[in-house]
């Protein structure tokens, strides 16, 4: 059973970076074919994909959310780390880490982490 555990602030400063990692356990990040994901759900709105790192360390951004947004890796801790910077009051959300084989349903999901972007 792969757990995925996102972990990072709380609370970030506008126009500050974000930074989240996400801590993977039960399987390897570079097992073949997963993709491991990050998305968001802003207060009142639905699920928004941000971006992926896949097996192989290629990424892949939401194209609304590119120029701001970096997802990489350590394959050593087996985690993933996303940072989208120049964040304002509308990036406050709850962040999900997530993965699946391919590009269909997700298969696992973090538990969810809060982050308020506030002065």
């Known amino acids: 059973q792969v757990q995925l555990q996102e972990s990072g602030p709380g609370l970030v400063k506008p126009s500050q970076t974000l930074s989240l990692t996400c801590t993977v356990s039960?399987?390897?990040?570079?097992?073949?074919?997963?993709?491991w994901s990050w998305i968001r759900q802003p207060p009142g709105k639905g699920l928004e994909w941000m971006g992926a790192?896949?097996?192989?360390?290629?990424?892949y951004y939401s194209p609304s959310l590119k120029s701001r947004t970096s997802i990489s890796r350590d394959t050593s801790k087996n985690q993933f780390t996303l940072q989208l910077s120049s964040v304002t009051p509308e990036d406050t959300a709850v962040y999900y880490c997530a993965t699946r084989t391919g590009w269909g349903t997700f298969d696992y999901w973090g538990q969810g982490t809060q982050v308020t972007v506030s002065s």
């Open positions: 790192i896949a097996y192989s360390g290629s990424t």
């Open positions: 039960g399987g390897s990040i570079t097992t073949n074919y997963y993709y």
